[in-house]
């Protein structure tokens, strides 16, 4: 569906002014969209994970900081959150994020993946400039990526920053010169990108961001004394097919979550930069290939 198409629709959860800021800049903010009934049920849970945590070796579920322990965890990321508890796929599946992406995507939805990204206190690792859809390409760029912050999170806090409109700009190349695949943008493109026009989404608890999946988008170190968990899900149009098999064996990768599978696929013609080949080695998180870690 084109933009137009999907702006003539009846809104579900945004405003229509939020709907036409996506279209225009690639990305929104909707402050305090998710309400307390779910932020309760979100953050009892994650509360657990981070329990759990303590006593996790961080090859698994949990992507921690290399100087996490026990009595002091320090998590990047808690993998896939929908396959580690119900209450996260049940918010994926059926909560506001479905309806978000309805008012963006039109009304037929596939989920691709989830992740929750903690940015702990005291320096919680930046997220460096990149873009999601050489991480996992489909056919076309109707993919986004929808976020809700558990807790306040105010700009000394790390909130994810977007380039405005960058959608629109070309693809980068997240591999260095050796071949490697890094996951963020090379550092001798980064004046190219106009980082000093990023929009950072702070908001209180409940705040949801979105950005689509050709956006440039990154958040710095969280040097505050509060973590920053932001739950992030992916979805996609129907018609979106994705190119690789990244989330294939995944319970969720690839459902649908509302309305009818696609019977054609459809096709941008704008070429995407493949990822390596994950099937193998297994895919690192991007904290892991930004910081490195994933050639060690
Ligand atoms: O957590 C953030 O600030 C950004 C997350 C992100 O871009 C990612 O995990 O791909």
Redo the contacts with the bound molecule.
């Keep these: 569906m084109t933009p137009e198409e999907i702006l003539a629709r009846p809104a579900k959860a945004l405003t229509q002014a939020q709907r036409e800021h996506y279209f225009e800049y690639g990305y929104l903010g909707a402050p305090a969209l998710i309400g307390a009934d779910w932020l309760a049920r979100l953050n009892e849970c994650t509360a657990r994970y981070v329990e759990e945590s303590r006593h996790a070796s961080g090859d698994g579920r949990f992507d921690l900081e290399p100087d996490h322990r026990p009595d002091a965890p320090r998590i990047r990321r808690l993998n896939s959150p929908v396959d580690a508890d119900e209450l996260y796929w049940e918010f994926a599946s059926t909560g506001p994020f479905v309806d978000v992406a309805e008012d963006l995507l039109g009304p037929n939805l596939k989920f691709h993946h989830s992740?929750l990204?903690f940015?702990w206190s005291g320096g919680g690792e930046e997220?460096k400039w990149?873009q999601?859809i050489q991480f996992w390409p489909h056919t076309n760029y109707d993919v986004l990526t929808i976020g809700v912050y558990l807790e306040d999170v105010d700009d000394r806090m790390?909130p994810?920053g977007v380039i405005p409109k960058s959608h629109q700009g070309p693809l980068y190349d997240l591999y260095d010169h050796d071949r490697n695949w890094t996951g963020n943008i090379r550092e001798e493109d980064v004046p190219r990108i106009d980082a000093a026009s990023a929009g950072y989404i702070a908001g209180p608890a409940g705040t949801v961001t979105v950005h689509n999946c050709r956006s440039i988008?990154?958040?710095p170190p969280n040097w505050s004394d509060r973590p920053r968990p932001?739950l992030?899900c992916a979805y996609a149009a129907a018609d979106a097919i994705a190119i690789t098999n990244l989330v294939s064996r995944a319970p969720h990768g690839n459902e649908m979550v509302r309305g009818e599978p696609a019977r054609w696929a459809r096709f941008d013609p704008r070429p995407c930069l493949m990822p390596p080949d994950w099937s193998r080695q297994g895919y690192k998180s991007?904290f892991q290939h930004q910081q490195r870690e994933a050639a060690r």
Excluded: E, P, Q
């Design positions: 992740k990204n940015k997220v990149h999601d790390a994810m988008h990154g958040s932001l992030l991007i």
